[in-house]
């Protein structure tokens, strides 16, 4: 399974290497402690790139944001 993020567009191909790319790497992640999609509102920028990772693996709207899967 191959995981493309899309913001960047970098392909991973493993759940380990996206969640090192969207904590670490990936500059295109929005700089703002508030949900695009639910509008949750984080403490850190930490806390909302988690979110995120999570959310996109098990929800479709978070996931039409952050990653691809083929």
Known sequence: MVMI??????????V??????????CKQV???RKC??????????????VHLMN???IDVRHGSMLVQLQ
Do not use: Q, W
Request: with cysteine; proline share 5%.
């Open 36 to 49: 695009p999609v639910c509008g949750r509102r984080f403490n850190t920028i930490h806390k909302f790139k």
């Open 16 to 25: 380990d290497e996206y969640v090192r790319h969207v904590m670490m790497e």
């Open 55 to 57: 959310e996109a693996l």
């Open 5 to 14: 993020c899309k913001l960047c567009g970098k392909n991973m191909n493993s």
């Open 30 to 32: 929005p700089r703002t």
